[in-house]
């Protein structure tokens, strides 16, 4: 059972960064296609970046050259670098680990752009 935990989220200024981190239990790293996924209130959860186990990179239109998906398979950790964020980018963001097991989520945390 794979299990995933995120921390990094809170409430940041527009044009401000966050680093968000997703440690992974149960698995290694390196044998899961992981990504992440964002909630905003009233809305679908949408992709926000994905990282597969060769580490080829998909980003959401919406996030391109602003967020950086990165993993560290010794570390079993996956990061998700936010930077210029913007109000739009208020959501409760999911890290998720897509294994032969099935797919699994994290609990999600909050992220809240506001001046």
Not at 45 to 54: C, E, S, Y
Not at 84 to 91: C, N, R, V, Y
């Amino acid at each position: 059972q794979v299990q995933l935990v995120e921390s990094g989220g809170g409430l940041v200024q527009p044009g401000g960064s966050l680093r968000l981190s997703c440690a992974v239990s149960g698995s290694s790293l390196s044998s899961l296609l992981m990504g992440w996924y964002r909630q905003a209130p009233g809305k679908q959860r949408d992709l926000v970046a994905t990282i597969t186990i060769g580490g080829s990179i998909n980003y959401a239109d919406s996030v391109k050259g602003r967020f950086t998906i990165s993993r560290d398979n010794a570390k079993n950790m996956m990061y998700l670098q936010m930077n210029s964020l913007k109000p739009e980018d208020t959501a409760v963001y999911y890290c998720k680990a897509d294994s032969l097991q099935g797919d699994f989520w994290g609990q999600g945390m909050q992220v809240t752009v506001s001046s």
